[in-house]
């Protein structure tokens, strides 16, 4: 597989009003990320609550992308939880549906207390789908290890073959241009912060992962579109956009936000798994009044409220 690049959405995994997973959106979620322009797709990660997850739900959602998807885009399915050996089993289930890479964050209960343990624990799941690329799911705020990318970049060729590159998910814009550079460009480096895409543009990201890539992209685009031509002030103003949104997003709950946003443009994605709470009505009337002043729907391709 080629080095990943352009913006590759994070998908949400659709749940029903009693918080149980509900594949049918799936096919109609692929369709509007498709005709947004996004490269690909990143599956069972935060966004899409990976961790809240049974192991057979898991398989079940990589399962659902990957046959909606049809080979049009790649689809990186992370397989990283708190058990090894579950790990081990989403990554041969990935191998069996077609999945085109893995990612994997570090367990988070247990943590490893070195670089070296960590690619030891990382090699031992991605022994069992060797034939895949792997993409380590650096993400310090959420899964509390801090050992520094670079360091395990430096350690882990010998011991994990098929690693291709690191989901970025930091602000740390000095590192992560430190592992941009690191053995001559070797490793492909996704940049994982929505609201400094330009920044990570800037700094020689190859691409973007994120949550709002599924109803922002057009937005993003014009980010990427001007910061290619030159227009600094254009590139300025629409990633400053994004922000803003952004944060009327995120200031509900996170998670909650996003999934309620994505079902305002039209994809259904219900609420989020306990212990991430549900925005009540009134918070999604408030929040879909605020984005619509911003002009939301028309970024998203929608007609609004």
């Known amino acids: ?20 997973v509900n594949l049918e959106p799936i096919p109609a979620m692929v369709k509007s990320l498709l005709q947004q322009g996004v490269k690909g ?9 990976g961790p809240s997850l049974t192991t057979d739900e898991r ?9 909606a998807v049809q080979g049009r885009v790649p689809v990186v399915v992370q397989v990283g939880c708190n058990c090894v050996e579950d790990a081990r089993q989403l990554a041969r289930h990935a191998v069996h549906i077609g999945a085109d890479a893995i990612s994997a964050v570090s367990p988070s209960y247990f943590i490893p207390e070195g670089v070296s343990t960590l690619v030891e624990t990382l090699g031992r799941i991605t022994d069992a ?12 705020r959420l899964s509390g290890l801090s050992l520094s990318p670079l360091a395990f970049l430096a350690a882990a060729s010998a011991r994990i073959p098929s690693l291709a ?39 020689g990201c190859h691409g973007a992962v994120g949550s709002t890539y599924n109803f922002l992209a057009p937005l993003y685009h014009q980010v990427m579109r001007h910061l290619e031509s030159g227009d600094l002030l254009d590139a300025q103003a629409c990633q400053l956009k994004a922000a803003q949104l952004i944060e009327v997003i995120i ?24 212990p991430l709470t549900r925005l009540t009505e009134k918070e999604t009337l408030v929040m879909r009044a605020e984005l619509d002043a911003l002009g939301f729907f028309g970024y998203a391709g929608r007609k609004g409220p």
């Open 1 to 20: 597989m080629k080095k990943l690049t352009g913006l590759i959405a994070a998908t949400f995994t659709p749940m029903d009003e009693d918080g149980q």
């Open 41 to 49: 797709l990143y599956v069972c990660g935060s966004t899409g609550e």
């Open 59 to 67: 398989e079940r959602v990589a399962k659902a992308f990957v046959a």
């Open 129 to 140: 789908a060797p034939e895949l690329p792997f993409y380590y799911y650096h993400i310090p």
């Open 165 to 203: 590159g690191i989901k970025f998910s930091s602000r740390d814009i000095e590192v992560m241009q430190q592992c941009l550079a690191f053995e001559n460009g070797r490793y492909n480096i996704l940049f994982g912060v929505d609201e400094m895409l330009l920044s990570g543009l800037a700094a």
């Open 251 to 274: 200031r509900r709950h996170g998670i909650s936000g996003l999934k309620a946003a994505m079902t305002l443009t039209g994809i259904p994605c219900g609420p989020p798994r306990l």
